[in-house]
């Protein structure tokens, strides 16, 4: 029951992904004076990684032809668009800065992209019945199958080193999760089944449940290696 417990702490914890997308550097960095560094990116989303290298140049009046990026800005009462882009000189800091966040943005889209990949090819394999995946399916192939068919690999959303996809059905008497989990150099792949809060929600019990997961392995080259099956509850 531990193991399970902790499990779906792992699961809800990387629901909190998606509330921080709505996040923005706004105030949080001076661009001017700060140098930034991996270790105070690493809880940005990667999405914010965009808005925050185009600050950097909205700061300094940066015109966008990007209409969506331009109207976003245009929001905000210090932004002072000029007229000519030629008029914008970056400082030696902010261009760092503008260098530092491209290099993080190439990083994290080429570890995106290796994962939906892998995970894409890996889903053509089973549902075709490839021989390959016959280890990984183990007793377990059409519960494999149910997930699968199930996770959207291409809207997975990426926080940093973290990512999660999830798909929640509630019927009322129990809540089916099926989800793919990115948390540093671990993926899972897997389901949770757990009693719903909707039935029980007036009892003091413990709510009860199981699981059962994929345990992957990705390393800094982007290399993705398949370790175990794994089941609580």
Not at 60 to 85: C, L, R
Not at 195 to 212: A, K, M, N, T, V
């Amino acid at each position: 029951m531990q193991t399970q417990n902790n499990m779906r702490k792992l699961i809800l914890t990387g629901s909190l992904i998606l509330l921080s997308l709505t996040a923005f550097s706004q105030g949080r960095f001076d661009f001017t004076s700060e140098r930034l560094n991996i270790s105070k990116l690493s809880k940005i989303c990667d999405d914010e990684l965009k808005w925050m290298r185009n600050e950097i140049y909205a700061r300094n009046g940066y015109k966008f032809s990007n209409k969506e990026i331009q109207a976003h800005f245009e929001n905000y009462s210090w932004y002072e668009p000029v007229s000519d882009n030629n008029q914008v000189k970056l400082g030696k800091t902010e261009q760092d800065n503008v260098t530092i966040l491209k290099a993080e943005e190439e990083r994290r889209e080429k570890r995106a992209k290796a994962i939906k990949s892998y995970f894409g090819e890996l889903k053509k394999g089973v549902l075709a019945n490839n021989s390959a995946y016959a280890l990984l399916e183990g007793s377990q192939r059409a519960l494999l199958i149910d997930i699968l068919n199930r996770i959207q690999i291409d809207d997975i959303t990426f926080c940093g080193q973290k990512g999660l996809y999830q798909v929640s059905i509630d019927n009322g008497q129990s809540v089916s999760n099926y989800y793919l989990k990115v948390v540093n150099q671990d993926i899972m792949l897997g389901y949770l089944n757990e009693d719903s809060p909707f039935l029980y929600e007036d009892d003091e019990r413990e709510i009860g449940g199981f699981g059962y997961w994929w345990e992957f392995d990705i390393d800094d080259n982007n290399t993705i290696t398949y370790l175990q099956q794994n089941g609580a509850g």
